[in-house]
């Protein structure tokens, strides 16, 4: 075996790689060293103007972004544990087996296959806190799209109602890789049913563990649609998350620069989430 | 290990490489700081007359999309089955929102619109972007001259000397009224004067009505903002475009009505986006400010609500309503073929002599003499075009669209939800739009 044998087996994949990963990432951060406007001809070199503009919160678009970040935080902060933690416990009555298993099943995967502007459209008339179905039948008088923090709990309400399902049916393939002769050695040595959860069903499921949490905190991250939709990211832009952000300043206001200057901070924060979650899920056994 | 971290230093190895390899390949498209823009070839200049080229097709885009849609398309019909064989116009209706966003792109890919409708606030901005052609020739041809237009209409057409667009119609804000809940406290029609109007939703209260008037925080809180602005004698900003004057005390007095009508009870705090309409719709509002472009909506969607429509009350002193008009422009797209030019500019031409048929859409034709047609002079939104000074419009400054979303639309929701008070927020806004107008002008002065 030569040593480029490896590479050369790597290459299609890695020619794909570079054309729809590295290359756009590359154009993109070249893009955010400019004052790049979509058709106007001139695109001024700014260095790295744009990135001192957005932590300069006394610029404009240095205190919409934080104002964005932070509603992205607050989002995230409040819908991944709900996003892991509840599937975890549907997953384990799933895994069960009860007459009408699979009705159930499906009853909790079902919202997931709705695109999210269904979703978005009918929360958001049945949230209207004037003429919305959910105050009238609840006897509330919660304004769930127009105030703090009733909009956070009505956005992360829906996206768990919908996301649900899709966390769930992950961890239940996970549950049905343990095999059940550790769950019987286990009950042999006479371990209770949440002795059972916590030294065999949460090890076991570790490996998707770390992908669930991973994928969650990214999804959540990147929220765009619900709030879009739902709030218009009322009140006052603060429910206006960095994605939408972002999507407004490059695609409605054609400032491309600023735009992937803020995907750019974006992303950094992300990959620091991603490492500290490896890093929390790493396997302390193994030297 | 070894193993591991050699792969790793592989990959770091080919994306540093990739990311050479991108960042030059971009390095040569790009001019760094130069201001030339390639000068669109000079278009044959338009006579009038019949189009004499070979076939063309014409994709034209606008964003009617709601009650006045089957009448553009009706029209735009027309217009292909006349000129059958010589020029066909593809008809593409999308929303404004997504509408306006996609034209410079599209334009760029060569897949945009050959001639589109836009709004007046528009035409700065996109002239300045260079995604239209000038169109001074088929102002001369079709004989339009201002004094058959009002004026604020006929002058937005023009950026830097030269002539962008053909107006269509002016839309405004109107005053929808709930016809049984004002006869139920003796009225025919909405109150035009302030005391009257503060009168009338005091006693609509007294009976029965728990919200007669809801303040919107979004769509349409900012139209209802500029027009008490206007009426108050305010203005919105400075001639030479570098000034917020909105955080005046005319803007102050403004924005307080507009939070003295939740703190009297008249509407309920923090009203969702488009609810106060679909509460109107539902029979449990008696007043909602709204664009004339509601009206067929209303017709078609709301058969069993008896609702009338009157100028907006003058509240300031002065009377006063915002509005806006459709133009034709034609873009740099088609700027790159003469026969599409010509094509386009006979299409101007058509389109343009049919206002009387387009206000039965709801709008109001920009054109005097057309106002007067017996046919269109009947039309309830035509009563509100009696005195065209009340007419105010958004200055085409290139980029306002951007100020009055990241500051003055902000400045109104902020204030009407309550998180700060209507002068607070109208300082922070002015401070916000003065730095982005500030921003503007260096853009687009380049």
Same mark, same amino acid.
């Given at each position: 075996?030569?040593?480029?044998?490896?590479?050369?087996?790597?290459?299609?994949?890695?020619?794909?790689?570079?054309?729809?990963?590295?290359?756009?990432?590359?154009?993109?951060?070249?893009? +955010?060293?400019?004052?790049?406007?979509?058709?106007?001809?001139?695109?001024?070199?700014?260095?790295?103007?744009?990135?001192?503009?957005?932590?300069?919160?006394?610029?404009?678009?240095?205190?919409?972004?934080?104002?964005?970040?932070?509603?992205?935080?607050?989002?995230?902060?409040?819908?991944?544990?709900?996003?892991?933690?509840?599937? /975890?416990?549907?997953?384990? /009555?799933?895994?069960?087996?009860?007459?009408?298993?699979?009705?159930?099943?499906?009853?909790? %995967?079902?919202?997931?296959?709705?695109?999210?502007?269904?979703?978005?459209? *009918?929360?958001?008339?049945?949230?209207?806190?004037?003429?919305?179905?959910? =105050?009238?039948?609840?006897?509330?008088?919660?304004?769930?799209?127009?105030? /703090?923090?009733?909009?956070?709990?009505?956005?992360?309400?829906?996206?768990?109602?919908?996301?649900?399902?899709?966390?769930?049916?992950?961890?239940?393939?996970?549950?049905?890789?343990?095999?059940?002769?550790?769950?019987?050695?286990?009950?042999?040595?006479?371990?209770?049913?949440?002795?059972? %959860?916590?030294?065999?069903?949460?090890?076991?499921?570790?490996?998707?563990?770390?992908?669930?949490?991973?994928?969650?905190?990214?999804?959540?991250?990147?929220?765009?649609?619900?709030?879009?939709?739902?709030?218009?990211?009322?009140?006052?832009?603060?429910?206006?998350?960095?994605?939408?952000?972002?999507?407004?300043?490059?695609?409605?206001?054609?400032?491309?620069?600023?735009?992937?200057?803020?995907?750019?901070?974006?992303?950094? %924060?992300?990959?620091?989430?991603?490492?500290?979650?490896?890093?929390?899920?790493?396997?302390?056994?193994?030297? | 290990?070894?193993?591991?971290?050699?792969?790793?230093?592989?990959?770091?190895?080919?994306?540093?490489?990739?990311?050479?390899?991108?960042?030059?390949?971009? !390095?040569?498209?790009?001019?760094?700081?130069?201001?030339?823009?390639?000068?669109?070839?000079?278009?044959?200049?338009?006579?009038?007359?019949?189009?004499?080229?070979?076939?063309?097709?014409?994709?034209?885009?606008?964003?009617?999309?709601?009650?006045?849609?089957?009448?553009?398309?009706?029209?735009?019909?027309?217009?292909?089955?006349?000129?059958?064989?010589?020029?066909?116009?593809?008809?593409?209706?999308?929303?404004?929102?997504?509408?306006?966003?996609?034209?410079?792109?599209?334009?760029?890919?060569?897949?945009?619109?050959?001639?589109?409708?836009?709004?007046?606030?528009?035409?700065?901005? %996109?002239?300045?972007?260079?995604?239209?052609?000038?169109?001074?020739?088929?102002?001369?041809?079709?004989? *339009?001259?201002?004094?058959?237009?009002?004026?604020?209409?006929?002058?937005?057409?023009?950026?830097?000397?030269?002539?962008?667009?053909?107006?269509?119609?002016?839309?405004?804000?109107?005053?929808?009224?709930? !016809?049984?809940?004002?006869?139920?406290?003796?009225?025919?029609?909405?109150?035009?004067?302030?005391?009257?109007?503060?009168?009338?939703?005091?006693?609509?209260?007294?009976?029965?009505?728990?919200?007669?008037?809801?303040?919107?925080?979004?769509?349409?809180?900012?139209?209802?903002?500029?027009?008490?602005?206007?009426?108050?004698?305010?203005? *919105?900003?400075?001639?030479?475009?570098?000034?917020?004057?909105?955080?005046?005390?005319?803007?102050?007095?403004?924005?307080?009505?507009?939070?003295?009508?939740?703190?009297?009870?008249?509407?309920?705090?923090?009203?969702?986006?488009?609810?106060?309409?679909?509460?109107?719709?539902?029979?449990?509002? +008696?007043?909602?400010?709204?664009?004339?472009?509601?009206?067929?909506?209303?017709?078609?969607?709301?058969?069993?609500?008896?609702?009338?429509?009157?100028?907006?009350?003058?509240?300031?002193?002065?009377?006063?309503?915002?509005?806006?008009?459709?133009?034709?422009?034609?873009?740099?797209?088609?700027?790159?073929?003469?026969?599409?030019?010509?094509?386009?500019?006979?299409?101007?031409?058509?389109?343009?002599?049919?206002?009387?048929?387009?206000?039965?859409?709801?709008?109001?034709?920009?054109? =005097?003499?057309?106002?007067?047609?017996?046919?269109?002079?009947?039309?309830?939104?035509?009563?509100?075009?009696?005195?065209?000074?009340?007419?105010?419009?958004?200055?085409?400054?290139?980029?306002?669209?951007?100020?009055?979303?990241?500051?003055?639309?902000?400045?109104?929701?902020?204030?009407?939800?309550?998180?700060?008070?209507?002068?607070?927020?109208?300082?922070?806004?002015?401070?916000?739009?003065?730095?982005?107008?500030?921003?503007?002008?260096?853009?687009?002065?380049?």
């Amino acid at each position: 075996m030569r040593w480029w044998t490896p590479y050369a087996f790597l290459a299609p994949y890695l020619a794909l790689f570079t054309v729809f990963m590295i290359v756009p990432i590359g154009f993109g951060f070249w893009t +955010s060293l400019h004052e790049w406007d979509i058709n106007l001809p001139a695109k001024p070199f700014v260095g790295l103007g744009n990135y001192a503009e957005l932590f300069d919160p006394g610029s404009v678009d240095g205190g919409r972004f934080w104002t964005a970040m932070r509603a992205t935080g607050i989002f995230t902060v409040a819908s991944v544990p709900i996003l892991v933690v509840l599937p /975890l416990l549907v997953a384990l /009555l799933m895994n069960g087996r009860f007459a009408g298993r699979n009705v159930y099943r499906a009853v909790y %995967f079902a919202p997931y296959v709705l695109g999210v502007a269904v979703v978005g459209l *009918l929360w958001r008339f049945l949230l209207d806190g004037n003429i919305g179905l959910v =105050n009238h039948y609840l006897g509330l008088d919660v304004q769930w799209t127009t105030d /703090l923090p009733p909009a956070w709990i009505a956005l992360v309400g829906v996206t768990v109602w919908w996301t649900l399902g899709l966390n769930s049916v992950i961890f239940l393939a996970g549950l049905q890789d343990i095999p059940r002769e550790l769950h019987e050695a286990a009950m042999v040595d006479g371990a209770g049913a949440w002795r059972r %959860f916590l030294a065999v069903t949460l090890p076991g499921l570790r490996p998707v563990l770390v992908f669930v949490v991973n994928a969650t905190i990214l999804a959540s991250a990147n929220m765009f649609g619900q709030s879009y939709l739902i709030t218009a990211g009322a009140p006052a832009d603060q429910t206006k998350t960095a994605i939408y952000l972002i999507a407004e300043t490059g695609l409605r206001q054609f400032d491309m620069g600023t735009a992937s200057a803020m995907s750019f901070i974006l992303a950094a %924060f992300l990959m620091a989430a991603s490492v500290l979650v490896f890093g929390a899920f790493r396997d302390r056994r193994r030297p | 290990m070894t193993h591991h971290l050699s792969r790793r230093g592989f990959l770091g190895l080919t994306g540093a490489a990739g990311l050479t390899a991108a960042v030059a390949a971009c !390095g040569g498209g790009t001019r760094i700081g130069s201001g030339a823009a390639s000068p669109t070839a000079a278009a044959p200049t338009f006579t009038g007359g019949e189009y004499a080229g070979p076939k063309v097709t014409l994709s034209y885009w606008n964003g009617f999309t709601g009650g006045d849609g089957p009448h553009m398309r009706s029209m735009v019909d027309a217009f292909n089955k006349q000129y059958a064989g010589r020029i066909e116009v593809r008809n593409v209706t999308r929303r404004w929102e997504d509408l306006y966003p996609a034209v410079p792109t599209a334009i760029t890919a060569g897949n945009g619109p050959d001639v589109a409708i836009i709004h007046n606030d528009w035409i700065g901005t %996109f002239a300045a972007r260079q995604v239209l052609i000038p169109l001074d020739d088929v102002v001369g041809a079709l004989e *339009l001259t201002e004094s058959d237009f009002i004026p604020a209409v006929w002058n937005a057409g023009v950026y830097a000397g030269k002539r962008y667009s053909v107006p269509l119609d002016v839309h405004c804000l109107a005053d929808y009224f709930n !016809g049984a809940h004002l006869e139920k406290i003796g009225l025919q029609d909405a109150p035009a004067d302030k005391a009257g109007y503060e009168q009338a939703l005091s006693e609509l209260k007294k009976s029965g009505v728990a919200h007669p008037f809801w303040m919107p925080n979004k769509w349409p809180a900012h139209l209802m903002f500029m027009s008490l602005l206007w009426q108050h004698g305010g203005e *919105l900003y400075s001639e030479d475009g570098t000034r917020a004057l909105w955080g005046s005390e005319q803007g102050v007095e403004a924005l307080n009505w507009m939070v003295r009508q939740i703190d009297d009870g008249y509407s309920p705090a923090k009203v969702a986006i488009d609810s106060q309409y679909a509460a109107f719709k539902n029979g449990q509002v +008696s007043l909602t400010w709204d664009g004339i472009w509601q009206i067929n909506d209303l017709k078609g969607n709301a058969p069993s609500l008896k609702w009338g429509l009157a100028a907006i009350p003058n509240i300031g002193g002065t009377a006063a309503a915002w509005s806006a008009s459709h133009n034709f422009v034609l873009t740099a797209q088609a700027g790159k073929d003469a026969n599409k030019v010509q094509a386009a500019k006979a299409f101007v031409d058509h389109m343009s002599r049919q206002s009387t048929e387009w206000a039965k859409a709801g709008m109001i034709p920009a054109r =005097n003499s057309a106002r007067q047609a017996p046919e269109v002079a009947g039309l309830p939104q035509v009563k509100l075009a009696a005195d065209v000074g009340i007419f105010h419009f958004l200055p085409a400054l290139p980029g306002v669209g951007d100020v009055q979303s990241k500051a003055l639309e902000l400045a109104v929701a902020k204030a009407v939800l309550k998180q700060a008070s209507p002068a607070d927020a109208l300082k922070e806004g002015v401070a916000t739009a003065d730095k982005l107008l500030a921003d503007n002008k260096r853009k687009y002065a380049q």
